[in-house]
Each structure stands twice: as structure tokens, then as C-alpha cells.
């Protein structure tokens, strides 16, 4: 089985399955109110950084040394060590993570059913039970 796992962060039950191997997840800063994109894959049952995206620069969001400005946006391959898992907090300060799978761009909390609950991206293994994403 391949692909993403998206399961809630206290009690581990699955909440989605993304098929594919790459997804992309953006926000908004929640001090500069600037937009963050990662773009992530799935290798080897580990979740992989490729690349990093940011809009602007301030506080906590310094682009990497190797960052090139591109469109406007500052872009670089940050230096990451594979990662087994990726737990996203939910804050009241900010907005919903946006995830996307292939084409299909949405809200986390559209892909979980779950609004203002932290979740995990993990890898799909074999013996995870796969849920659909709840329909947009």
C-alpha cells in the first residue's frame, strides 16, 4: 500500500487515506500572515521534505541558504532528514492547512471530517484499515 495517512494525533485512529506519493501542505504564517508551502512524497515508508516555499521573510520563516527567488516566492530544498511522521497542531490563531493530493486541493479538516483537532501524516503501511476522505 502506498500513499498517505492522515490519523488524529492523541488517539491514532485513522481519520483519511490520499492515494499517491507526493502531496503538497501550505498555510498562512500565523504572525507574518504569509503563505508557507511544503512539498512533500512518500519514499520508502517515510515522508520525504523536497521543498519549501515561502512568500515573504520575518519571524520563523527564513528561507534557506540555498533559496532562489522565483515568482515571487522564496524557494528552496530544505535539509530534513526523512521523516516516519508529521504531526500538525491546530491553533485558533490560524487558519486550516491545506493539503494536496494529485488535484485535489482542500482544507485538512475537509479531508479528516475534523475541525481544530491536531492530526498526523504518516505513511499508509499494510494493516492501516484505509477510510475514504469524507466528499468535498
Given at each position: ?8 494525533a ?14 503538497t ?21 517515510r ?8 512568500r ?9 541558504p540555498d533559496a ?31 493539503l ?20 498526523t501524516?504518516?505513511?499508509?503501511r ?11
Amino acid at each position: 500500500m502506498s500513499g498517505l495517512c492522515v490519523a488524529a494525533a492523541l488517539s491514532g485512529a485513522l481519520l483519511a487515506t490520499l492515494p499517491g506519493a507526493s502531496f503538497t501542505l501550505s498555510w498562512t504564517h500565523s504572525v507574518e500572515k504569509t503563505e508557507w508551502r511544503e512539498e512533500w512524497r512518500v519514499e520508502e515508508g517515510r515522508l520525504i521534505l523536497a521543498e519549501a516555499r515561502v512568500r515573504g521573510t520575518g519571524a520563523g520563516m527564513e528561507p534557506g541558504p540555498d533559496a532562489r527567488l522565483i515568482g515571487g516566492w522564496w524557494v528552496w530544498t530544505p535539509r530534513l532528514a526523512p521523516q516516519d511522521s508529521v504531526t500538525l497542531a491546530a491553533s485558533g490563531f490560524t487558519a486550516d492547512h491545506r493539503l494536496c493530493a494529485g488535484k485535489d486541493c482542500r482544507l485538512l479538516s475537509a479531508w479528516t471530517g475534523r475541525v481544530g483537532e491536531a492530526v498526523t501524516l504518516r505513511p499508509c503501511r499494510p494493516g492501516y484499515k484505509s477510510s475514504p476522505p469524507p466528499a468535498p
